[in-house]
C-alpha cells in the first residue's frame, strides 16, 4: 500500500466528516468521502459516562473537540441530571456516580431539592436523588459535521453527494467503489453509513420523540442561538429524556412519565412528534475495524452521535498508525461469531448440554453458546468440591484453534511472547501483543507435532488477529476447530487418582484416551488445582462426559470457576488487562522471552522491565464483594478501579484486581472501594 493510500469514507454524515477531519489532520489526505452531508439532527445528546470505560473516553473526546470547533456552537455543555423515582434508581445512579470516578468524569450525586435548583421545571416531590455532570450537555450535529467537512477540505479531502451503488474488489480486497457517477478507485473504504452488502449485527433502536408546545415558564430563557441553559434530564428506568428547545421542551420517550415529573408539561401538548433511529447492536456497542473477509475494507457503524469524534479519532489511528490507542476489543468488528447470528442470547448447545439439562444446570450465554453457570443453588459448594475432591467444568465455549503446516512453528513463534521452539509433547502460556507491546491476548500453544500445534485462545479476536498476520506462500493454516469439538475442564487433589491413564506420564500434553475416548490432554492448573483440559470431537462428547461421571466427578459450572479464578490470582484478558497495558504491568512477564529473537511488539518492550512500570494491576481482599469497575480510593483520593470481583469460596473472602499506582500497589496497602456510594474498605493483598 502506499504510503498515503487512497481513501473511501461512505457517509457524508457526522461521523464520515469527523473521520475525514481526523485522517486528513495525521496526513491523510487523499480522501474522498461520497453521500449526502445532511446530518441527523435528532436530540443531540451527549452523556460521558457508561459502563464501558471505552465508550466514556468516546464521549469525552467528542465533547472536548465538539467544544472547540470554530463557527457557530457545535456543543453546549448544559450538564445532564440522570433522575431516581424509585430506590432501585437511586442505587444505580450511586453505581453510575462509581463508573464516572473510574474514568475520570467529574459527577455529583444530588438531593431531589438540588435537583430541583439544576432544573425548576422538576417537581422535586416525585424525585429521590439525582446524577448531575456538569461537562454532558448537547451537540448539534449539523453544525459539528460542517465544521469538520471545513477542515478536511482545506487539507485536500473531496466531498461528493454520490452514494457508493456497489464495492468493487479483487483477490480478496477492496479496490474501489462504483456511483452513479462512475468508478472511485481507492485502497481503504471505510462505510460510516448505507448497506455495504455484507452482513453486520445491527440492532437499532427506534425511539418516539415530540417537542412540546410553548411553555410559558420557558418565556425569555434562552434564544434561538443558545437554545438551552439547563441541563439535560434522563430517567433510565423509563428511557425518558428532556431537553429545552428555547421556550420548548424536547422529550424522548413516554410523554405521560415527562408530564409526571415536569407539570409544566401538563396544559402542553405534543406537536412535531418523529421517530429517530438509535443506532445499536445486540451488546450495544459500536461495530469497528476491518471486515475479516475482505482486506482494505473497514467498518465504522452503530456509532451514536456522542461517540463520533472518538470513534473517528481511533479509527484513524487504526488506519494512519496500525492500531488504536484505546483498547477496542468491545468495539470489534470481529468479536461476533457467525454462529451467533447475531444475538447476544446463547444459541448453540454443545454435546454435554442434554446432560447437563438432567442435573438441572442454569445457563448463561457465552459467545453465542449456552453456557452452565451452575448446577446447586449456589456455587459455593461447587468451588469447594473442587478444591477437597475433584470436579468437572465444561470449557466448551472457549476458543480453540488448530495450527498447522511446515510454517507454523516460525508464524507462532512470531506472533506471540513465548518461546515455542520445544519439543513436541509441551504446552507453553504466551501473549499476543501489539506493536505498541500492549497485551491483546494470552494463549494457551500446546505442540502436538513438528508442524501441529492446538491453541487455545481467549476470545474470537485472537483467532482474527492471527488469520490477519498469516503469511501469504500459504506454509501456515488456522483453522477454528471450536465448533466441532468439545472440551471438559477437570481439577482437583483427585484428578490424577480418577484419571490414572493420563497420571502415569509427565507429558504436558498428549494425544491419548479416557476410556474408550480419544482426547488431547493438556496438563494445566488454571483453577490452582492438578488437572486436564480434555478435547475430543462433538460426536464423542456425551461419550466423554459419561466416562468422567461415572468415576465418580463432580460437576461444577462457571461461577465456581471464576470464584477459584480469582483465588488462583490469574486475570482475564479483555477484562483485567487490554490493548492499553503491556505485560509488566498486567504482572505477565513471565510469558514474555525477549531472548528468542523477534516477536511482534518485542521492539516497544525494549527498556521496560517490572522496575519501570508505572502502574500494576493488583489483587485487592474487600470488605463487601464487587461487581467490577468500581473506584479504588488510596488516602482519601480516587487512584485506581476495580476490573473484575466476586468471592473466594474456599477462602472465606471477597476478592477482586483492581489497577493502582505502583507506589500504591504494595501488599498490605489500605484502600477503599466505593461501592454503590458506600466507602467498603480493602487491602492490597
Not at 448463561?364 to 443453588?377: C, L, Q
Not at 482437583?492 to 506420564?505: H, I, K, M, R, V
Not at 498486567?586 to 523477534?598: E, N, P
Request: net charge negative; charged share 25%.
Amino acid at each position: 500500500m502506499a504510503a498515503r493510500p487512497r481513501v473511501v469514507v461512505a457517509g457524508g454524515d457526522l461521523l464520515g466528516c469527523a473521520l475525514a477531519d481526523e485522517l486528513t489532520e495525521r496526513g491523510w489526505t487523499d480522501v474522498t468521502v461520497l453521500g449526502g452531508g445532511e446530518a441527523d439532527e435528532g436530540p443531540g445528546l451527549l452523556f460521558r459516562t457508561d459502563a464501558d470505560r471505552t465508550l466514556t473516553e468516546f464521549a469525552k473526546y467528542t465533547a472536548a473537540k465538539y467544544g472547540g470547533l470554530d463557527g457557530q456552537w457545535c456543543f453546549n455543555p448544559v450538564g445532564s441530571l440522570d433522575l431516581a423515582t424509585t430506590p432501585e434508581r437511586l442505587a444505580d445512579l450511586r453505581r453510575r456516580h462509581g463508573w464516572a470516578t473510574s474514568w475520570g468524569v467529574r459527577g455529583f450525586l444530588r438531593t431531589p431539592r438540588e435537583c430541583a435548583d439544576l432544573h425548576p421545571l422538576l417537581d422535586e416531590t416525585r424525585l429521590l436523588g439525582g446524577f448531575h455532570v456538569p461537562g454532558d450537555g448537547l451537540l448539534h450535529a449539523r453544525r459539528a459535521a460542517e465544521a469538520q467537512a471545513r477542515r478536511a477540505k482545506a487539507r485536500g479531502a473531496r466531498f461528493t453527494a454520490e452514494e457508493v451503488v456497489t464495492i468493487v474488489r479483487a483477490g480478496g480486497r477492496v479496490t474501489g467503489v462504483v456511483t452513479a457517477a462512475g468508478r472511485v478507485r481507492a485502497d481503504v473504504v471505510v462505510f460510516c453509513d448505507g448497506s455495504d452488502g455484507l452482513a453486520l449485527p445491527e440492532a437499532p433502536l427506534r425511539l418516539r420523540y415530540a417537542r412540546s408546545s410553548p411553555l410559558p415558564e420557558l418565556a425569555g430563557h434562552n434564544d434561538e442561538h443558545v437554545q438551552a441553559g439547563k441541563p439535560v434530564l434522563r430517567d433510565l428506568g423509563t428511557g425518558l429524556t428532556v431537553r429545552e428547545h428555547v421556550d420548548r421542551l424536547g422529550v424522548g420517550g413516554p410523554w405521560e412519565q415527562a408530564v409526571a415529573l415536569l407539570p409544566a408539561l401538563r396544559d402542553a401538548e405534543a406537536e412535531a412528534t418523529t421517530t429517530v433511529l438509535v443506532p445499536g447492536t445486540p451488546d450495544g456497542m459500536p461495530l469497528l475495524g476491518e471486515h475479516p473477509e475482505l482486506d482494505g475494507f473497514w467498518v465504522a457503524k452503530a456509532v451514536r452521535a456522542e461517540h463520533s469524534a472518538g470513534v473517528a479519532r481511533e479509527l484513524a489511528r487504526w488506519l494512519v498508525d496500525g492500531q488504536p490507542a484505546l483498547a477496542l476489543h468491545g468495539c470489534d468488528l470481529a468479536r461476533f461469531a457467525p454462529s451467533a447470528r447475531f444475538t447476544a442470547a446463547p444459541v448453540r448447545t454443545g454435546p454435554f448440554h442434554e446432560r447437563q439439562l438432567a442435573l438441572g444446570a442454569r445457563f448463561g450465554p457465552a459467545d453465542g453458546w449456552a453456557r452452565p453457570e451452575r448446577y446447586s443453588s449456589e456455587a459455593r459448594a461447587e468451588a469447594l468440591v473442587t478444591r477437597e475432591r475433584v470436579a468437572m467444568f465444561d470449557l466448551t465455549s472457549v476458543p480453540r484453534l488448530a495450527v498447522t503446516g511446515p510454517g507454523a512453528l516460525p508464524f507462532l513463534h512470531t506472533m506471540t511472547t513465548g518461546d515455542l521452539a520445544e519439543p513436541p509433547g509441551t504446552v507453553t502460556e504466551t501473549l499476543l501483543l501489539g506493536e505498541d507491546g500492549g497485551v491483546r491476548g494470552r494463549l494457551t500453544v500446546a505442540r502436538l507435532g513438528g508442524e501441529r500445534f492446538h491453541v487455545g485462545a481467549g476470545s474470537r479476536l485472537d483467532s482474527a488477529w492471527l488469520r490477519r498476520h498469516l503469511p501469504g506462500d500459504g506454509s501456515v493454516q488456522v483453522h477454528e476447530t471450536t465448533s466441532g469439538t468439545c472440551c471438559a475442564g477437570v481439577w482437583g487433589p483427585l484428578a490424577g487418582e480418577l484419571l490414572p491413564e493420563l497420571s502415569t506420564t509427565d507429558f504436558p500434553v498428549e494425544e491419548t484416551y479416557v476410556g474408550d475416548v480419544p482426547v488431547i490432554a493438556l496438563r494445566l492448573p488454571t483453577v490452582g488445582e492438578p488437572g486436564w483440559e480434555l478435547h475430543t470431537t462433538a460426536d464423542l462428547g456425551r461419550r466423554l462426559w459419561d466416562t468422567l461421571r461415572e468415576r465418580d466427578i463432580a460437576v461444577a459450572g462457571h461461577q465456581a470457576f471464576a470464584s477459584l479464578r480469582l483465588e488462583a490470582g490469574t486475570p482475564v484478558a479483555g477484562v483485567d488487562f487490554t490493548t492499553e497495558h503491556d505485560p509488566y504491568e498486567a504482572g505477565l512477564g513471565d510469558a514474555v522471552h525477549r531472548d528468542k529473537g523477534y516477536f511482534l511488539g518485542r521492539d516497544a518492550l525494549a527498556g521496560r522491565s517490572p522496575a519501570t512500570v508505572s502502574r500494576r494491576l493488583t489483587r485487592l481482599t474487600t470488605g463487601k464483594v464487587l461487581q467490577g469497575k468500581e473506584p479504588v480510593y488510596v488516602e482519601g483520593r480516587a487512584a485506581g478501579y476495580v476490573t473484575s470481583a466476586g468471592y473466594g469460596h474456599t477462602v472465606g473472602q471477597a476478592l477482586a484486581f483492581a489497577w493502582l499506582p505502583v507506589e500504591y500497589s504494595g501488599s498490605g496497602t489500605p484502600v477503599e472501594i466505593e461501592f454503590y456510594g458506600e466507602r467498603v474498605p480493602g487491602r492490597v493483598a
